[in-house]
């Protein structure tokens, strides 16, 4: 895939570390020929950030808070001052406070919810809506980051799987909106990874071994091909692919019970 992207140029959203799944994506499409911009929250990130964006060639990041517009309008003045088009942005953002990551979902608090779907589903459109300008004179690939847990019950991702579930659908809604310019959306759905984000789910632990030892391809997934999925969505291969929600599990997701071992 060394240069499926060759010529592309794009913006990674949600880089918390070197095992996050933005930073498998950013990997994946830099190898395949991608020139990248990337965007963080806060000084903590931002250090976080600077050498891994430095090691892909990259010297665009920018502090972007997405429940400000005014922040958002910023990154992306910027973006365009930088780029006037762009063929792809990836969204990995998704938020929802710790303590509601545990226990029963009927005890989530209404802040909670509010928040949770403000930063992990609406961001997605407010961010589509300001990378459409970049896209309109030539197409491009807009996707995001979801988990089975959008239309399965999986214990303690409570109100989480709610914004999933919102963020999906809004993917197959922004695909038919945009799709007449060339614009395309999709989704990826990982199985549980060891990531930052997903630590913070009570049982992350029990719930990645249970995926391991019984998807089909008895693996969870990794960031490389996640990040192989990501290209091959942003790449030409892709221009007939949009409003998708694509598994990367392992084949968990087609499971109706655990291996017979494991019952």
């Known amino acids: 895939m060394s240069d499926l992207l060759a010529g592309k140029r794009g913006l990674i959203m949600g880089v918390a570390n070197d095992r996050s799944i933005a930073w498998g994506i950013a990997k994946a499409m830099h190898a395949a020929g991608a020139e990248l911009a990337f965007t963080y929250q806060g000084e903590a990130f931002g250090k976080r950030l600077e050498p891994l964006a430095a090691s892909v060639g990259s010297d665009f990041m920018v502090d972007v808070d997405v429940t400000d517009d005014a922040s958002l309008d910023g990154a992306f003045n910027e973006l365009g001052a930088r780029w006037p088009t762009i063929d792809f942005v990836v969204h990995a953002i998704a938020f929802s406070d710790k303590s509601e990551l545990t226990g029963r979902f009927l005890n989530t608090s209404r802040a909670n919810f509010k928040n949770t779907m403000d930063i992990s589903a609406y961001s997605f459109?407010?961010?589509?809506?300001?990378?459409?300008?970049?896209?309109?004179?030539?197409?491009?690939?807009?996707?995001?980051?979801?988990?089975?847990?959008?239309?399965?019950?999986?214990?303690?991702?409570?109100?989480?799987?709610?914004?999933?579930?919102?963020?999906?659908?809004?993917?197959?809604?922004?695909?038919?909106?945009?799709?007449?310019?060339?614009?395309?959306?999709?989704?990826?759905s990982p199985g549980p990874m060891k990531t930052l984000a997903g630590a913070a789910i009570g049982g992350a632990r029990k719930t990645y071994k249970h995926t391991d030892l019984n998807a089909p391809l008895r693996s969870n997934a990794t960031l490389e091909a996640v990040g192989g999925t990501a290209v091959y969505l942003a790449s030409d291969a892709g221009a007939c692919t949009t409003g998708e929600i694509i598994r990367v599990d392992g084949g968990f997701h087609v499971l109706g019970m655990p291996q017979a071992e494991y019952l």
């Open 125 to 188: 459109i407010d961010v589509a809506r300001r990378a459409h300008p970049l896209m309109v004179e030539n197409g491009g690939t807009l996707m995001t980051l979801t988990y089975q847990g959008s239309n399965r019950v999986v214990p303690n991702y409570n109100v989480m799987g709610v914004a999933k579930a919102a963020l999906e659908s809004a993917t197959r809604y922004l695909a038919n909106d945009l799709g007449p310019e060339g614009i395309r959306v999709n989704a990826i």
